[in-house]
């Protein structure tokens, strides 16, 4: 199997200029850095806290996934993911890089009876109708997907969905159509599911929200519409391998957080963005984004000192956003980087684009190609556009965009973002900063013990005054 390759030449002084960082550093003082942040890492992985680490072993939880999955298959035409945050991103991005975003449009034939398969991620009312309007209740399965199994939009979002069942199928078949994938001990979901006998499955205590794709949370759904979860867990241990080594020049999350990490503190570049060229590799960007945000942004390093630091991922898509956002990369403040994502190499579907029009000079110089060779065309021009205009980029090319290198990557990116907390010095395991907000909803909610929000002042507020 071809291994996914990084190539960070444009991240290095020699190549791109000022910018970079001079090559000789990956054997010096970055290398040493690097090294203290993969031992940090180590120890906390040996202590337990990083369970992420262990999910592609835990033979249990495929084998529980796969019989719950074999279970249920053929009684459903959908399948719909209730979770926010980690809890559902992990399953887009399954579902967009594996099945292709337009799975659900596509005839049960052509799903090979797989069911369809929806996340509702949000509790704007009009998008909820509007999906459980399209779907036959009495054919849908509903994946409840809360770690802590009480987050209130996931909690909010259950309680309707159950009331519509009740209504629909009467009390006695509503349990059917659930699994809630939930803490294995703890919480309101894992109460409700055994006092009611629902299926469930547990999320090992060492896993949270943004890395537990590889847990139950992303292997159940997987296996329900087809995905090789075995696979899955195969590419992710992979990369678990090669990402042991504490020498920096030999491990790419290492060398990814290092060089971003580097990227930022020295050179201002707080923007790291996350462009894939690919359209199954979209939801993917949006994946990684959470997964860096929630991570690193954080008000204090790990000895409590106020820091109040962290990079900004941004999601891209190639070419679409050569359209878009590729005019500020390339002119606006240096203060980004580039990770593309390149799927070269076999297995690729591709479309010749056809030398019917060869003799309008105009258009002739495409004839002879493939949408494929464009868009990689219009990949490598990207990264050598910004190289020559000093700004720093790296690509990961990914042979073949299947089940095992999908897991490599996710495996990849779970490591460089606990490298990177270990670089930022801070927790890449908690997030603090959503609970005030939080709490504040619960106030406005009137939930007991919580103050709602001060009100803003109505004076200070633009509004049309009509006579
Ligand atoms: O990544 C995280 O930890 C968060 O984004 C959580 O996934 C999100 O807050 C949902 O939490 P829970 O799974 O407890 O419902």
Known sequence: MTPITLDFSNMVAERLGGGGVE?????????????????????ARHSGEMGFFELPYDSVALRRALDLADRVEGRFENLVIIGIGGSALGARTLRDALLGPLWNERS??????????????????????????????????????????????????????????????????VGKHF?????????TLRSIAEAEGIS?????????????????????????VGVDAAALLAGAARADEYCRTPVLRENPAGLMA???????????????????????LRSFSFWFQQLWAESLGKAHDRSGNVVHTGPTPLPAVGVTDQHAQVQLFMEGPLDKVVVFLAVTGLG?????????????????????????????????ATAE????????????????????????????MFVATVYAGALYDVNPLDQPGVELGKELAYGLMGREGYDPPEQSDPDVRWRLERG
């Not at 699994?179 to 919480?187: I, K, L, M, P």
């Open 23 to 43: 090559a000789e550093r990956l054997g010096g003082d970055l290398a040493d850095r690097f090294r203290s942040a993969h031992e940090s890492v180590e120890s």
């Open 108 to 173: 049960n034939e052509e799903r090979a009876g797989r069911p369809r398969m929806y996340i509702l991620d949000n509790v704007d009312p009009g998008a909820v109708l509007d999906t459980l309007e399209h779907l036959d209740l009495r054919r849908t399965l509903f994946n409840v997907v809360s770690k802590s199994g009480s987050t209130a939009e996931t909690m909010a979002l259950y309680l309707v969905i159950e009331g519509l069942l009740i209504e629909e199928l009467g009390a006695d078949e």
């Open 179 to 187: 699994v809630f994938t939930t803490d294995a001990e703890s919480g």
């Open 200 to 224: 469930s499955l547990p999320i090992p205590d060492n896993v949270g929200g943004r890395f537990s794709v590889l847990s139950p949370v992303g292997l159940f759904p997987a296996a329900l």
């Open 258 to 280: 290092t060089l971003l990490h580097t990227a930022h503190s020295e050179a201002g570049a707080s923007i790291h963005v996350m462009m894939p060229y690919s359209e199954r």
């Open 348 to 380: 690729q579907r591709d479309v010749s684009i056809g030398t019917h029009r060869a003799s309008v000079p105009s258009l002739a110089y495409l004839g002879d190609y493939s949408l494929g060779r464009l868009m990689d065309a219009e990949r490598q």
């Open 385 to 412: 556009a910004l190289r020559q205009g000093g700004r720093a980029n790296m690509t990961f090319e990914i042979p073949h965009l299947d089940a095992s290198t999908l897991g490599e990557l996710f495996m990849l």
